[in-house]
């Protein structure tokens, strides 16, 4: 069963960029029948999501994150990653790696749904 | 930022049904088949029980419904179960702009 693992730093400084691995083991990353994605929960809040990728480096993005977000994949590793820049008080949240089914012929966002997620990691946004 | 609308609280006495809401706009459901739902136990990752409107995972029990009319989408939980207690958010991707989205999310309380 494939699984995912998000790692990074659990403090990060304010202004300062938050940055984000997450690990896909017992599968592979490059499938074509799967998007990569990002969502994080402040503390006590819902949901919101942050961004997807696909292994071509495609990208599709929160448009209220976009300016500060950047997600990347390494294929050689298995990996993909987030970066966050300007962080404040209110990015401290725990951050989640998902895996999204790609339907072949459709544009994105058509189905949307995450099937697969990391455990999550608390990031904290302090001085 | 779109929003979808979900009630804070449901519950609901074991053995019982209950339905949880979701209602946004005709452009915040913009791919008809893009509503999904996730429950989230404490402390846990969401976990996904229905996708595409009314499809189950593999593994989620048949008591876990969804449904859609017009701009409001629905999950029913019918048997309540003492485990079925778990927060529960509705998601679509409004495609006009771009945005995936995520009800504020409902407390089913099993009583």
């Known amino acids: 069963q494939l699984q995912l693992q998000e790692s990074g730093p659990g403090l990060v400084k304010p202004s300062e960029t938050l940055s984000l691995t997450c690990t896909v083991s017992d599968g592979s990353i490059s499938s074509s029948t799967y998007y990569w994605g990002w969502i994080r929960q402040p503390p006590g809040k819902g949901l919101e999501w942050i961004g997807t990728?696909?292994?071509?480096?495609?990208?599709y993005y929160n448009p209220s994150l976009k300016s500060r977000v950047t997600i990347s994949v390494d294929t050689s590793k298995n990996q993909f990653s987030l970066k966050l820049s300007s962080v404040t008080a209110a990015d401290t949240a725990v951050y989640y790696c998902a895996r999204e089914p790609r339907h072949r012929g459709y544009s994105y966002g058509f189905f949307w749904y995450f099937d697969l997620w990391g455990r999550g990691t608390l990031v904290t946004v302090s001085s | 930022q779109s929003a979808l609308t979900q009630p804070p609280s449901a519950s609901g006495s074991p053995g019982q049904s209950v339905t949880i809401s979701c209602t946004g706009t005709s452009s915040d459901f913009g791919g008809y088949y893009s509503v999904s739902w996730y429950q989230q136990h404490p402390g846990k990752a969401p976990k996904l029980m229905i996708y595409e409107v009314t499809k189950r995972p593999s593994g989620v029990p048949d008591r876990f419904s969804g449904s859609k009319s017009g701009n409001t989408a629905s999950l029913t939980v019918s048997g309540l179960q003492a485990d079925d207690e778990a927060d529960y958010y509705c998601?679509?991707?409004?495609?006009?702009?771009?945005?995936?989205?995520f009800g504020g999310g409902t407390k089913l309380t099993v009583l």
């Open positions: 998601s679509s991707y409004v495609g006009s702009n771009n945005l995936g989205i």
């Open positions: 990728i696909y292994y071509s480096g495609n990208t």
